[in-house]
């Protein structure tokens, strides 16, 4: 079967880095992508990586393996706003997007 | 100018109703999608169009039944509505869609809390 692993919550404080990581087994891959989504609204597209490497934006960074089946978004100098979930999602074989249950993020003062 | 918008916000409607949702996205995207996430927030596909034709048709109840009048619409419509029914329905759009790439990228509407009492 098909499966994305990611933490189910993780805390950090105001102003340091986290390392949110995901694990995936799917068939075949297209790609891979992270969303964040805040309480009670919608996802919003963050990245995505197709090619090994990392790919930094801003504050946000995604990192691939694809050998290893792996991901992680990095995220610095947290803001309180960076309180959200954060969902990767694998664009397997048949172009399905198959999606992890998401990170919860809680950032504290 | 809203990419992808959803009607109604919130429903709240009683067990054994029919009930439509409607999504419209000005993005020009070929390919739409609906997604139920329930209370545990797993974001689950359930339809997918890609010019006018469903491509992905999850196991779904056949209760629920996506139309799409045109290639910026996708509307859902849920008949008998059932307790379990209740989570948030998300639509959503891409460029292409079965494409690999950034062009599968998902814009999401806002959501629609659907309530079944």
């Known amino acids: 079967g098909q499966n994305i692993d990611q933490p189910t919550e993780m805390t950090a404080t105001e102003g340091a880095i986290v390392q949110i990581n995901c694990t995936y087994q799917?068939?075949?891959?297209?790609?891979l992508f992270w969303y964040q989504q805040h309480a009670g609204e919608a996802p919003t597209f963050l990245s995505y990586n197709v090619l090994d490497g990392l790919e930094e934006k801003g504050r946000f960074s995604s990192f691939l393996s694809r050998s290893k089946g792996y991901s992680y978004l990095l995220l610095k100098e947290l803001q309180m706003k960076d309180s959200a979930s954060y969902l990767c999602?694998?664009?397997?074989?048949?172009?399905?997007?198959?999606w992890g249950a998401g990170t919860k993020l809680i950032i504290k003062p | 100018d809203t990419a992808v918008s959803q009607t109604p916000k919130y429903l709240v409607t009683q067990m054994g109703n029919d009930k439509s949702i409607k999504c419209e996205q000005n993005?020009?995207?070929?390919?739409m999608y609906w997604y139920k996430q329930d209370s545990k927030k797993f974001l689950k596909i359930m339809f997918s169009y890609n010019n006018k034709e469903l491509i992905i048709n999850e196991t779904v109840p056949n209760r629920f039944s996506p139309k799409s009048p045109d290639k910026a619409h996708l509307n859902l419509h849920i008949n008998s509505l059932e307790l379990g029914d209740s989570a948030v329905y998300f639509c959503?759009?891409?460029?292409?869609?079965?494409?690999?790439?950034?062009?599968?990228?998902?814009?999401f509407g806002p959501g629609t809390r659907l309530t079944v009492l």
């Open positions: 999602a694998v664009l397997d074989s048949n172009y399905q997007l198959i």
């Open positions: 959503a759009s891409s460029q292409v869609g079965l494409a690999g790439g950034p062009s599968d990228t998902q814009y």
């Open positions: 799917t068939s075949g891959f297209n790609g």
């Open positions: 993005l020009g995207h070929d390919t």
